[in-house]
């Protein structure tokens, strides 16, 4: 019922919130869900801008690959052939489709009298090869196999191409024509003012091209579904990737967002038995994520994979700290059952605002410490961090006892735990009795995490990002170990000016350095498919029974017509460049892949054939994944150090002594050892999410730290002699709302464990892990350290 006589402030702070919330909500139908594959890379790094400028030289065009393995083991069979072209023929019905490659539609060139432009009329189609035939003519087709047939010859694939749209190839265009810039000097204004106005056309022409990508995907399986039981289906390909990741990204918001919600009412009855204390904190992390969401999109960030558990985390947050004003204002309720509801709450918010506010300074700077971690995903993961911890500390602090005042009447009842104050005070004791055991377990936990963070790594592959037992998984997987591979790499070679002879498309001895390349790249055991303009002289000498010599190879080159030359030709050769480019795709699943050796090797065994860097550029995807994996461990123990000395900053800040500031960082890095040391022995990768997770260890931990902190030092002030009753009124009071509070995240985060998005299943069961010890040590080192160190002198 509403409180009778209460000043208008309430209701007016009411009003206001409910205006905010209003306009935001209305604002955040425009936040947007970002899932391509660019999302996990670095936007103006040298690698991405020379994989664009590849990507534009040579036409890359996108498409997915649908792998086909019939249950009809005669593979060549007409019956499996008619199956793809009746596929092929209803998906080219789309409206973005090109063309859909198979075997049944790709010249067979073998079949051939001679190599000629007459050669794109052999095929399946028009010329109904038997099953010998083509099972010969495509045994090692060095453009075929690994792309439209495996090498085992038990599945077949259908590579559907898709039209580039005009509009947004020219505006990609103008903006790789301003960041090639980069490579040799920065950006004027005036390039970054087109650039941001460039950026922001692509962002609205991207989103509707998401869409149409999404709509394609499920109407291929919709076209595919009547053809299961002919055989199985996989796809595979980049437009996959970004579909399933959106499927994720949206299903895991939904579901954990609910499940979380549905997991604190029931913590929030269990602790308090009051339909106030569950309806009050369940309003306001509505209100918190309704208000970050509008916010976010206003600022126009986009969710991510990486930052798709902002929302669980803000949820969580916000939480945790108004467990931390009800446990306080139940504190008051029994010693002071005279006052009135108003007194309680303004007694609350007054003796909690400064560890709050604290609290979440050293969350958010936390967080913020991602912004220099140098991996853009993560430093856009920090920013939504920052701000949502802004609006969590305002509808906390604000908008939680306002509405306390206007809505409720005084909450009397308090419900006892008294397995919880046992536990408490059995921990105070244990403090008193064995302070040397908790220092040495203290000491020894450091010492193991130090010793496993040697072991740290940063090897991954997007294949590991998801549940083995997810579709997703396994179609990518099929890709990957039947169709070639599924990371597109690329070696572009400059042609020397001594191997460049006038009147010719290409000399032998170019031919000839090529396959010397492409035979050393064929006998790393990771790369998969590998195709280049080496390959049609190869399919040439099959064909005439000799080489083609390079006045043949230049004649053939200038009578084919533009579209077979650029099939054939342009997606490996620049003459405009003289440039080479040999396309390779590297087989994520391979097993104990270490993509920096297999790198290295490749740099040493180019040098071997005598080829220098600077006549060669390694791109595409492999390059541009493995340059942001390189980056990671550089970046964990920069963001590390950041956070630490931000944090001992702030600390020395809030408690104007020193001595407090680093007895308040230990049970920290006890926690961050921990979880670090935990990756490293167990040989858990780190990832664009792993990353974060010692800085939100860090800072969520840091929380609970503060408020033990403060109420320690509030009853070492009020009782200077009374040593005993130090720690055991701390664990009696605070202790409470640090047992509730990690309760409620160990929960809320251990149900991302579920999670078929494997990064937020470890963030989800590393983050829980980092609570639980974070707890332990603020209830025993934490109280152990201030004990031997503190006196009444050093409380101001």
């Not at 399986?221 to 399933?244: C, D, Q, W």
Request: charged letters at 15%; glycine letters at 4%; aromatic letters at 10%.
């Amino acid at each position: 019922m509403l409180k009778k006589n209460l000043s208008f402030w309430p209701y007016l702070i009411c009003v206001i919130f409910i205006f905010l919330i209003s306009t935001l909500a209305w604002q955040a139908k425009y936040f947007e869900i970002d899932a391509s594959a660019d999302t996990l890379l670095v936007d103006n790094n040298k690698h991405y801008i020379l994989s664009q400028l590849a990507d534009q030289r040579y036409g890359s065009e996108e498409f997915i690959l649908i792998a086909f393995k019939p249950n009809n083991t005669a593979l060549f069979s007409a019956s499996n052939l008619n199956t793809l072209v009746d596929i092929a023929d209803k998906i080219e019905q789309l409206p973005r489709v090109k063309q859909v490659n198979s075997i049944a539609n790709m010249p067979i060139f073998s079949a051939a009298d001679n190599v000629s432009a007459d050669v794109a009329n052999l095929t399946w189609e028009k010329q109904k090869f038997d099953e010998q035939t083509l099972s010969l003519s495509l045994k090692k087709h060095p453009l075929y196999e690994g792309l439209l047939i495996n090498q085992a010859q038990t599945a077949l694939s259908l590579q559907v191409v898709f039209n580039s749209q005009a509009d947004i190839e020219a505006v990609n265009n103008d903006i790789i024509a301003i960041k090639q810039h980069l490579l040799n000097r920065d950006l004027t204004k005036r390039e970054l003012n087109s650039l941001a106005q460039l950026k922001k056309q692509q962002q609205n022409l991207n989103k509707q091209l998401e869409q149409t990508r999404i709509n394609e995907i499920e109407k291929i399986r919709t076209i595919l579904a009547p053809y299961k039981k002919v055989g199985s289906f996989y796809l595979g390909g980049n437009n996959l990737l970004s579909y399933e990741l959106i499927q994720i990204i949206q299903s895991d918001l939904v579901l954990f967002g609910s499940l979380i919600f549905i997991v604190i009412i029931m913590l929030l009855w269990f602790l308090f038995r009051q339909l106030s204390w569950v309806l009050l904190p369940i309003v306001c992390c509505a209100t918190s994520v309704v208000m970050t969401v509008g916010l976010l999109a206003a600022l126009n960030f986009k969710v991510t994979v990486i930052s798709a558990n902002v929302f669980a985390l803000q949820i969580i947050l916000s939480l945790a700290m108004i467990i931390h004003l009800i446990v306080h204002y139940q504190e008051l309720v029994l010693k002071h059952s005279d006052w009135s509801h108003q007194q309680l709450v303004l007694a609350t918010i007054k003796e909690k605002i400064k560890p709050c506010f604290y609290a979440g300074l050293t969350t958010t700077i936390g967080f913020g410490s991602l912004i220099f971690s140098g991996v853009q995903p993560v430093i856009s993961f920090g920013w939504m961090m920052v701000f949502a911890m802004l609006v969590s500390f305002i509808v906390s602090l604000v908008f939680f006892p306002a509405l306390l005042l206007a809505i409720f009447n005084k909450q009397a009842f308090v419900k006892q735990h008294k397995k919880i104050e046992n536990g408490m005070s059995a921990t105070a004791s244990f403090v008193k009795a064995r302070p040397k055991s908790i220092i040495f377990t203290s000491l020894l936990l450091t010492l193991v995490g130090i010793l496993g963070c040697f072991n740290l790594s940063a090897e991954n592959s997007f294949l590991n990002y998801f549940s083995e037992s997810t579709d997703v998984r396994k179609e990518l997987s099929f890709i990957d170990q039947e169709f070639g591979g599924s990371t597109p790499f690329d070696l572009l070679l400059d042609i020397p000016d001594e191997q460049i002879k006038s009147g010719l498309v290409i000399s032998a001895s170019t031919v000839q350095t090529i396959t010397a390349i492409q035979n050393m790249l064929a006998k790393q055991q990771a790369i998969g498919a590998i195709t280049s303009i080496a390959d049609f002289t190869k399919i040439a000498q099959v064909v005439n029974a000799k080489p083609l010599t390079e006045y043949e190879l230049t004649a053939l080159y200038k009578s084919l017509d533009t579209e077979l030359q650029q099939a054939l030709f342009g997606a490996y050769f620049s003459e405009k460049k003289q440039q080479i480019r040999i396309s390779m795709r590297v087989q994520d699943s391979t097993q104990d892949l270490n993509r920096a050796d297999l790198l290295a090797k490749i740099h040493q065994e180019l040098a071997n054939i005598g080829i220098p860097k600077q006549q060669y550029t390694l791109t595409g995807l492999f390059i541009l994944y493995q340059n942001v994996l390189s980056r990671l461990v550089d970046s964990q123990v920069l963001t590390i150090l950041i956070v630490y000395a931000a944090m001992a900053v702030t600390l020395m800040i809030i408690f104007s002594s020193i001595k407090v500031a680093w007895i308040a960082l230990v049970p920290n890095i006890i926690t961050t050892s921990v979880i670090m040391g935990i990756l490293g022995i167990f040989a858990i990768p780190l990832d664009l999410m792993t990353i974060t997770i010692a800085a939100v260890a860090m800072g969520i931990s840091m929380d609970d730290t503060i408020h033990y902190i403060h109420r320690y030092l509030a009853e070492l002030k009020r009782e200077p002699n009374n040593e005993k009753a130090w720690v055991k009124r701390t664990n009696l009071s605070v202790g409470y709302a640090l047992i509730y509070t990690t309760t409620v995240i160990v929960i809320g985060f251990g149900s991302l464990v579920f999670s078929n998005f494997v990064p937020s299943m470890l963030f989800g069961l590393l983050t829980s892990i980092a609570m639980v010890v974070a707890l332990l040590t603020d209830i025993t080192t934490l109280p152990v350290l201030l004990k031997k160190h503190l006196t009444s002198h050093d409380v101001k």
